[in-house]
């Protein structure tokens, strides 16, 4: 179905949001309905630092100071927050699974890697994440004592 949003726009409005183009995602921004800033804010929760949510943290960087603009400034910082969390957590069951892998204590696993027992625990946790370069120091360590 394409329709024509305000500003002369044309879009097809049952295709992705990420193939719109600019006016029409501000188009609807200002002139659309919820259903409308659901389907942009659903985008936003799916690819927190995609197209879209770059698209519309540029318009929230001009527009006026609205609900709309509070929720739509709201809805990208908790998707990226959420995306973020879920990042730590798959890092610390990576982690988790490595000193498993390797089939050390976890002690003598962080001490193979250079590290102490409870910097190791934050690493599993989440609670901090490890550089890339010690995250292959780990998986190096694990495959070193797993062909052991």
Do not use: C, H, K
Not at 24 to 37: C, F, N, P, S, T
Not at 95 to 102: C, N
């Amino acid at each position: 179905m394409t329709t024509r949003p305000p500003r002369n726009v044309e879009v097809d409005l049952g295709q992705p949001v990420d193939t719109w183009p600019y006016e029409a995602v501000v188009a609807l921004l200002e002139r659309g309905r919820v259903r409308d800033w659901a389907r942009i804010t659903a985008r936003i929760r799916q690819d927190p630092w995609g197209p879209v949510a770059r698209q519309v943290e540029d318009y929230l960087g001009y527009a006026d100071a609205s609900g709309v603009t509070a929720l739509l400034g709201r809805a990208i910082d908790t998707a990226r927050s959420e995306a973020a969390a879920a990042e730590r957590a798959e890092v610390g069951d990576e982690v988790t699974r490595l000193i498993r892998a390797s089939g050390l204590t976890a002690g003598d696993f962080a001490r193979r890697i250079g590290t102490s027992p409870s910097r190791l625990s934050t690493y599993r946790s989440g609670s901090v994440v490890p550089s890339a370069a010690l995250l292959m120091r780990m998986r190096r360590a694990a495959d070193v004592a797993a062909s052991r």
